[in-house]
């Protein structure tokens, strides 16, 4: 049988990237982002919820993730589920579950990105250039149309 797993999420970097370089020379990222829930209660009072996600990053993309975002940051992050387990200095088994990212997307114009600038740890040019900021527009991608020979499963 098959398995996925995938996570994808948009919400605000918590703390600014901690970059290091690992002994075998790879630079490792790591960064928080927090995303929140919304929902109407059974009293009918609005209920709010937040969740943080430890993000790591890796080689290129670290280096990027590094550079570009800060605490407060709106970001978009694709990736996979890992958790790590070590034993702690005290002998305790620790665990901790984060996403792996595999791209990264700013989504905000802070810091004068000029819009939504993907990023991603593939290939050789990281740096893709913006595409330009489209409003709220439907009509925009009326056209579009998803065609079942382009679903890649």
């Given at each position: 049988m098959y398995s996925l797993?995938?996570?994808?999420?948009?919400?605000?970097?918590?703390q600014d990237p901690e970059t290091r370089t690992i002994p075998s020379g790879q630079t490792v990222c790591n960064f928080s982002v927090?995303?929140?829930?919304?929902?109407?209660?059974?009293?009918?009072?609005?209920?709010e919820a937040s969740e943080f996600?430890?993000?790591?990053?890796?080689?290129?993309l670290a280096e990027?993730?590094?550079?570009?975002?800060?605490?407060?940051?709106?970001v978009y992050i694709e990736g996979h589920i890992q958790t790590r387990s070590w034993d702690g200095q005290d002998g305790v088994k620790r665990y901790r579950t984060e996403i792996v990212a595999d791209n990264m997307i700013i989504l905000d114009k802070k810091g004068g990105s000029g819009g939504a600038a993907p990023m991603s740890g593939g290939g050789s040019n990281p740096f893709t250039p913006p595409k330009p900021p489209?409003?709220?527009?439907?009509?925009?991608?009326?056209d579009d149309e998803i065609k079942v020979e382009d679903i890649p499963f």
């Open positions: 797993n995938r996570a994808t999420i948009i919400g605000n970097v918590t927090a995303t929140n829930r919304f929902w109407t209660g059974p009293d009918g009072q609005k209920q996600h430890n993000i790591v990053a890796w080689r290129k990027i993730c590094s550079q570009f975002l800060s605490k407060g940051r709106k489209v409003k709220d527009d439907p009509a925009a991608f009326a």
